[in-house]
């Protein structure tokens, strides 16, 4: 038969207050005893004391006669001295008494000065509470029969016990109350429960009391309902998982402990194909095709491994990233994404670093040379002049290399920096000509434009003026002595104006230089951008910065001889 919660709840008030109420009964019958036994004790210490005081005035145990007359009846003094001998006894006075040092009262109150004990007295076979007192160097003991009277006397009162008999009685009535009543919630709550299980959804549930454990029951309801709702926003982000792997740019698949597939998208098994060579969607192939090896060695059983690895795998011109990572039950993830591009990226930058390093080691030599010489030799102040103004003129150049690189690096990596403006063309020309009046006086190169003077563009000022003084500078450079530059405006549409930068000089007579004048520091032939100056960025600044304003531009060789630039900007609506 299968006990209920509330009958179990019953039992065990019922045994915590048994024992309690048992452990209330005991104590207080034990103190009650002591009590009663302390006031004979205190009564026969009043005895002892009066024949004490007796004594003390006469030194004559036989005058103890006449204070037993004012003494009960029945009770018995005795005097021993310290040795123990028997000098005085009212009850037995015929025959002498055994020596009563080992009594149990006369040597504990040889030690305490007062003790008490009950026994049976050896000498006439009766019981008696005795007390001894220990006072100028002997023992008066006083004995009280202990016979039916003093055990009455020491009986506890039955009061407090039919007291505590009524309070258990009515406690365990309303513990039965209340574990009844908590008995009706937790059958409430099981049948809401198995109603669920048979169901599967949330049953009606009968009226509950208004307590802790109806708001947990309730609190049971509520939670469920937001669990089932919880599961179905789960399926839905589920879905949607599925829907942004599948459009991820990488290949992922998900594998069980066993290695069993879980999941995996349409790009894994695209690049799987790459890789392996083979017709099949299986994705088990990674785990025996040899491009695969570093990863099937990872997840080998009893290896020694990390949660994560990462390799690489190139395969027909293409470069992979493979990574693999462990979950807490074993299972794993495997990625696989085409860096192709990325690792274009990086040889590019590795090149540019290379490139850097090597313009910037020139003019550092060169000032280093320059300062050197001036630091270690008595030179003459022309000699010494001179050095010094190389040395600025590297300064300069070095400076110039810096800029750009910051220009072209601020463009490409932060362009959100650059305000957009309406920009007039023909007034920032004008501007360009008088800010490089000195160089282009000195080459005899004349700059003309042909456009209409409100020609605008949607633009930021900077970088406009960037495009319009790098080809210019590279027309002072390479254009030759007295070349003339000229800026047209040769068609425009809806989006853009598109402009015309040529100039009269020699041009490029090998084509397949045109194709790479904007990659940055490269140079038709060793040593040119060095002999004429320049940081051999500047065409790679208008290529950048006519991107940055979502224009095209291109270069060739004019029909008369020199360069052409064709590019478009914005038109300012």
């Given at each position: 038969?299968?006990?209920?919660?509330?009958h179990?709840?019953?039992?065990?008030?019922?045994?915590?207050?048994?024992?309690?109420?048992?452990?209330?009964?005991?104590?207080?019958?034990?103190?009650?005893?002591?009590?009663?036994?302390?006031?004979?004790?205190?009564?026969?210490?009043?005895?002892?004391?009066?024949?004490?005081?007796?004594?003390?005035?006469r030194?004559?145990?036989?005058?103890?006669?006449s204070?037993?007359?004012?003494?009960?009846?029945?009770?018995?003094?005795?005097?021993?001295?310290?040795?123990?001998?028997?000098t005085?006894?009212?009850?037995?006075r015929?025959?002498?008494?055994?020596?009563?040092?080992?009594?149990?009262?006369?040597?504990?109150?040889?030690?305490?000065?007062?003790?008490?004990?009950?026994?049976?007295?050896?000498?006439?076979?009766?019981?008696?509470?005795?007390?001894?007192?220990?006072?100028?160097?002997?023992?008066?003991?006083?004995?009280?029969?202990?016979?039916?009277?003093?055990?009455?006397?020491?009986?506890?009162d039955?009061?407090?016990?039919?007291?505590?008999?009524?309070?258990?009685?009515?406690v365990?009535?309303?513990?039965?109350?209340?574990?009844?009543?908590?008995?009706?919630?937790?059958?409430?709550?099981?049948?809401?429960?198995?109603?669920?299980?048979?169901?599967?959804?949330?049953?009606?549930?009968a009226?509950?009391?208004?307590?802790?454990?109806?708001?947990?029951?309730?609190?049971?309801?509520?939670?469920?309902?937001?669990?089932?709702?919880?599961?179905?926003?789960?399926?839905?982000?589920?879905?949607?998982?599925?829907?942004?792997?599948?459009?991820?740019?990488?290949?992922?698949?998900?594998?069980?402990?066993?290695?069993?597939?879980?999941?995996?998208?349409?790009?894994?098994?695209?690049?799987?194909?790459?890789i392996?060579?083979?017709?099949?969607?299986?994705?088990s192939?990674?785990?025996?095709?040899?491009?695969?090896?570093?990863?099937?060695?990872?997840?080998a059983?009893?290896?020694?491994?990390?949660?994560?690895?990462?390799?690489?795998?190139?395969?027909?011109?293409?470069?992979?990233?493979?990574?693999?990572?462990?979950?807490?039950?074993?299972?794993?993830?495997?990625?696989?994404?085409?860096?192709?591009?990325?690792?274009?990226?990086?040889?590019?930058?590795?090149?540019?670093?290379?490139?850097?390093?090597?313009?910037?080691?020139?003019?550092?030599?060169?000032?280093?040379?320059?300062?050197?010489?001036?630091?270690?030799?008595?030179?003459?102040?022309?000699?010494?002049?001179?050095?010094?103004?190389?040395?600025?003129?590297?300064?300069?150049?070095?400076?110039?290399?810096?800029?750009?690189?910051?220009?072209?690096?601020?463009?490409?990596?932060?362009?959100?920096?650059?305000?957009?403006?309406s920009?007039?063309?023909?007034?920032?020309?004008?501007?360009?000509?008088?800010?490089?009046?000195?160089?282009?006086?000195?080459?005899g190169?004349?700059?003309?434009?042909?456009?209409?003077?409100?020609t605008?563009?949607?633009?930021?000022?900077?970088?406009?003026?960037?495009?319009?003084?790098?080809?210019?500078?590279?027309?002072?450079?390479?254009?030759?002595?007295?070349?003339l530059?000229?800026?047209?405006?040769?068609?425009?549409?809806?989006?853009?104006?598109?402009?015309?930068?040529?100039?009269?000089?020699?041009?490029?007579?090998?084509?397949?230089?045109?194709?790479?004048?904007?990659?940055?520091?490269?140079?038709?032939?060793?040593?040119?951008?060095?002999?004429?100056?320049?940081?051999?960025?500047?065409?790679?600044?208008?290529?950048?910065?006519?991107?940055?304003?979502?224009?095209?531009?291109?270069?060739?060789n004019?029909?008369?001889?020199?360069?052409?630039?064709?590019?478009?900007?914005?038109?300012?609506?």
């Amino acid at each position: 038969m299968k006990i209920s919660y509330g009958h179990k709840l019953f039992c065990s008030f019922l045994v915590i207050f048994a024992l309690f109420t048992v452990g209330v009964a005991w104590f207080e019958q034990a103190r009650e005893r002591e009590y009663k036994i302390g006031a004979l004790e205190e009564r026969l210490d009043a005895y002892a004391g009066a024949a004490q005081a007796l004594l003390t005035r006469r030194d004559d145990p036989r005058a103890l006669d006449s204070l037993l007359m004012l003494f009960p009846p029945d009770i018995r003094l005795t005097l021993v001295d310290s040795a123990g001998r028997v000098t005085y006894d009212n009850i037995v006075r015929e025959s002498p008494l055994e020596n009563h040092a080992a009594r149990p009262e006369i040597a504990a109150a040889r030690i305490k000065g007062k003790a008490s004990d009950v026994r049976v007295s050896s000498s006439n076979n009766r019981e008696y509470l005795y007390r001894a007192r220990f006072a100028d160097g002997r023992f008066i003991r006083v004995a009280l029969p202990h016979d039916i009277r003093v055990r009455d006397f020491l009986q506890p009162d039955n009061l407090f016990l039919y007291y505590i008999a009524l309070l258990f009685v009515v406690v365990m009535a309303l513990a039965n109350y209340i574990s009844r009543r908590f008995g009706r919630s937790i059958r409430q709550l099981r049948d809401f429960t198995n109603a669920v299980d048979r169901e599967g959804e949330t049953p009606p549930i009968a009226p509950l009391p208004r307590d802790e454990l109806g708001e947990i029951v309730t609190k049971i309801a509520e939670n469920y309902h937001r669990l089932e709702e919880s599961k179905r926003e789960i399926a839905l982000e589920r879905e949607k998982l599925l829907q942004h792997v599948h459009g991820l740019e990488e290949g992922v698949c998900f594998f069980s402990a066993d290695r069993s597939v879980e999941f995996c998208n349409s790009l894994f098994i695209q690049y799987l194909k790459t890789i392996t060579d083979e017709a099949g969607q299986d994705p088990s192939l990674l785990f025996t095709d040899r491009a695969f090896a570093p990863v099937a060695a990872f997840l080998a059983p009893g290896a020694d491994r990390d949660a994560y690895f990462e390799t690489r795998v190139n395969k027909h011109g293409k470069s992979f990233a493979l990574r693999v990572n462990l979950f807490d039950d074993r299972s794993f993830e495997i990625i696989i994404n085409d860096i192709t591009n990325q690792e274009k990226t990086r040889l590019l930058k590795q090149e540019m670093t290379g490139n850097i390093t090597h313009e910037l080691r020139t003019p550092v030599t060169a000032i280093r040379g320059c300062l050197e010489t001036v630091l270690s030799r008595a030179l003459d102040p022309d000699k010494e002049r001179h050095f010094i103004r190389s040395a600025y003129h590297q300064v300069l150049a070095l400076s110039e290399l810096i800029q750009d690189m910051s220009l072209i690096t601020k463009i490409e990596e932060a362009p959100q920096t650059f305000h957009l403006e309406s920009v007039n063309i023909p007034a920032l020309l004008a501007d360009l000509c008088s800010d490089l009046e000195l160089p282009l006086q000195e080459k005899g190169v004349r700059v003309t434009w042909n456009m209409p003077e409100d020609t605008r563009v949607k633009g930021n000022r900077n970088l406009v003026y960037s495009i319009f003084r790098n080809l210019t500078d590279n027309a002072i450079r390479y254009a030759g002595n007295n070349a003339l530059v000229q800026v047209n405006l040769y068609r425009e549409d809806k989006r853009f104006y598109h402009f015309s930068y040529s100039d009269t000089g020699a041009g490029i007579p090998d084509e397949h230089h045109l194709n790479r004048l904007f990659e940055r520091f490269y140079r038709i032939n060793e040593g040119r951008t060095r002999d004429t100056g320049g940081s051999g960025l500047g065409l790679s600044i208008v290529k950048n910065a006519v991107a940055f304003h979502k224009g095209t531009i291109i270069v060739k060789n004019r029909a008369g001889g020199g360069l052409e630039f064709l590019f478009n900007l914005p038109r300012d609506a």
